[in-house]
């Protein structure tokens, strides 16, 4: 294929994989896609590992690394609290309502807790700094694009990745936001509609695409947003799309690491089984309605704090769950739940990532050959 986004990457297919598993990752890189290494669950350690298993795989193929930097954050605009600084700003109130849930769910305590991805660094997570240290591992490894999400990459990091010869992409769930980020310098956007797993805004992915097409040309748009198969990636890359950004989709192959209880959920679910919800990480993100979500939505209970206090609060508490959760029946199956997009609903089938990529080319393939011969008379 030949859009400015092949080009730009040098790349068989414009089918890009947000995952934080490794192996999606090379797997989609081997297939003629690019697979990106969502890292803002790293350690420092594991990032430094990950990405140096992936170059030592893929050799000379592309590979991407998104991080998160929020336009909006609680407690410090410039993210330099101590994660002990932001932990003393939880309520007790809220402390006491999570303690509660995981006491009638019947979740054991976990007497070898460890910290969790959120809480594991002195740096308070999704802020500035703490991604600044994985930008300067991340550009150790030659990435051939850093994406960051939740508002425009700073400054620093697009001239940190611009020295490098890196290309810096940035997330957009409306049209102002996708301005925001090509003033700040990026070059590309992902046009991101409401119907993805993960932090997602409200307007769907059919209005979306051309609205920021139009607004940022001729800089390079990917459409995401309840795509995961081929004729969804024909209808974004009709709708003026230069290639595809799926990340719900993966997370039900083989070579994903997703819990197998909510892998089985996912299998099983339908398009009208996620939800918005601020319960995991503080902002809206989409993710599977369990008993996990429905408890923070009730009237009666606590409103989600903000980033990054909801998930320093709840971070060990989904270990604990996660733990737990492998007994049927259990209340923490119940609680289970991870981000997922409305394309769960066509998930139905563990496969290769590799074979996933095939899959999309293939029926994008039979989808612009049946709109051609529509115009044949
Ligand atoms: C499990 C999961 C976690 C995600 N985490 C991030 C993240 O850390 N950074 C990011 O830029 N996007 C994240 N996203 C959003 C994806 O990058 C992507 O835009 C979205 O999944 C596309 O919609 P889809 O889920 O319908 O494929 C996440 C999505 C999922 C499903």
Redesign the pocket.
Known sequence: MQTPITEMFGVEFPIFA?T?CRDVVVAVSKAGGLG?L?A??HSDESLEVDLQWIKDELGDRPFGV???VPAKYAGDQDGGLSLSDVAAMIPAEHQDFLQDLLERYDVPQGDQDTPGWATRSETAPFSASRADQQLEIALAHQPALI????GPPPASMISRCHQEGVKVGA?AGTKVHAERNVNAGVDFI?A??A??????GEIGTMVLIPEIVDAVAPIPVLG?????RGRQMAAAMALGAAGI?????W?TTDEAETHPVVKQKMLKATSADTERSRSLTGKP??MLSTAWSEEWARPDTPDPLGMPLQPILTNQAQQRINRAAHHEGSGAENLAT??????VGSMNKAKPAGQVVMDIIEEFIEATESLARQLDV
Do not use: K, M, P
């Open positions: 947000f934080h990106v969502g803002v669950a998104d991080l998160i994406v960051n999400a939740l997330l992902i991101q509609g119907e993805a797993g993960g932090h997602t995401a947003g309840g795509i995961g950004w799926c990340g719900s989709v997370l993100a989409r991870y981000f997922v997009g409305q394309i």
